[in-house]
Structures are given as C-alpha cells and as structure tokens.
C-alpha cells in the first residue's frame, strides 16, 4: 500500500490530484481543530469516496495519507470503521499501526478476525496485531487465517511470535487432526507455522 503523496501524485490525474489537496486540507485542518466539530468532520466524506474519486487502485493509500493527516483518534477510526464498507475498513486496518492509539483499538482488529472476509482478516493480521494482541489472541487469528486461507505471509512477525509456542504448536495439531478426521484437506500453510514454532537452537546446538 502506497502512503507517499509524491507516489500517488505520479500516478493520479488533475482532478483526482485536486481532489486529494483539497481532501488533506481539510484532514489537516481537523488535527490542528480536534475539537472543533461536532460531528463527523468533512474529511471522513471524503474517506468514504475515496475511491470513486481517486481510483479503487489507489484508495487505501489515499484513505491511509487521510488517517495519518488528521491524526486520527479512536472515535474517529471505530466511526469510519463501524460506518464503512469491507474497503473502508480494511483501509482503516492497514493504517493503525501508524497511528498513536497504543492498544486502545483492538476491537477493532478483533471484530475482523470475527468475520470470514478474507480482505478483512488479512489486514487485521498486520503490524498493529502483532504489537498489541496478547497470545491467545495472537494464537486464534493464525488459526483464523488457515481456517480462511488467508496466507500466513500476511500475519505481521510470524517467526518471532511463534518461535516456541508449544501452545500454538498443540493448536495447530488439534486443528490438522479435525481436518483430516473430517475427510478435509489439511492447508500447506500449517506446516510452515507449526516449523517455526520449535524453539530457537541453542548455542551449543547451533556449533
């Protein structure tokens, strides 16, 4: 996902260009205002036609340059979340680790991991889960994305999380067992995972 303005600006026209100025004005005008407007503030319309405006290829990095000009809080990404299409809010999944909410949005990574969106699952599994969900969290949304067939590749710092998990490790053989009793294809990606879990070698087995 792009969050340069000079890469969007090389790839968008003069209407979309023009657009995105007056769209980031207004973002940035709310972060030096935060309190005040009342209601939801005309930069979070813009977040939802990002799109139509700016081209669907291009819409998360726009909506993420918004979230990171206005300085987003938590009512303002759990609003444009609960409010949002899948696209709005897998935008505003992809964008929080970038911003300074510490684990205060977690719900909100936790209501994706509730759903069976891939698009949704992907993006809740990025920097931000890897930073804030404890390990039982952490442990079930590895577990989601087999389940979903979201790539393994797109859970942020897989290997050192899972380095000696003997927790997720019984997880992922519990789960390959029900697979396999229930005539199903166990996923590829579970071996990858369940590889890393074996701790780290020590030094004398490493010599």
């Given at each position: ?98 911003l300074d909410l ?9 209501d994706a991991l ?16 890897a930073a804030h ?75």
């Open positions: 996902m792009l969050t340069s303005r000079k890469e969007l600006d090389d790839r968008l026209r003069g209407a979309a260009r023009a657009w995105l100025d007056e769209a980031l004005a207004e973002a940035a005008h709310a972060a030096g205002h935060p309190d005040s407007d009342t209601g939801s503030p005309p930069w979070e319309l813009r977040f939802a036609s990002a799109g139509r405006q700016c081209g669907l290829e291009h819409a998360d990095s726009v909506r993420a340059l918004l979230l990171l000009e206005a300085r987003a809080g938590l009512p303002a990404v759990t609003r444009l979340y609960e409010q949002g299409t899948a696209a709005e809010r897998r935008a505003v999944l992809l964008t929080l680790d970038r510490g684990a205060t949005a977690l719900p909100l990574v936790e509730r759903t069976n969106d891939t698009r949704l699952v992907s993006a809740a599994v990025g920097p931000y889960a969900l404890d390990a039982h969290g952490w442990r079930h949304a590895v577990l989601k994305c087999l389940f979903t067939e979201v790539p393994v590749e797109a859970v942020a710092d897989l290997g050192r999380r899972a380095r000696g998990d003997a927790e997720l490790a019984r997880m992922l053989g519990d789960f390959a067992a029900e697979r396999t009793a229930a005539g199903r294809e166990v996923p590829a990606d579970l071996r990858t995972v369940l590889d890393l879990t074996a701790p780290a070698p020590t030094s004398r087995e490493e010599s």
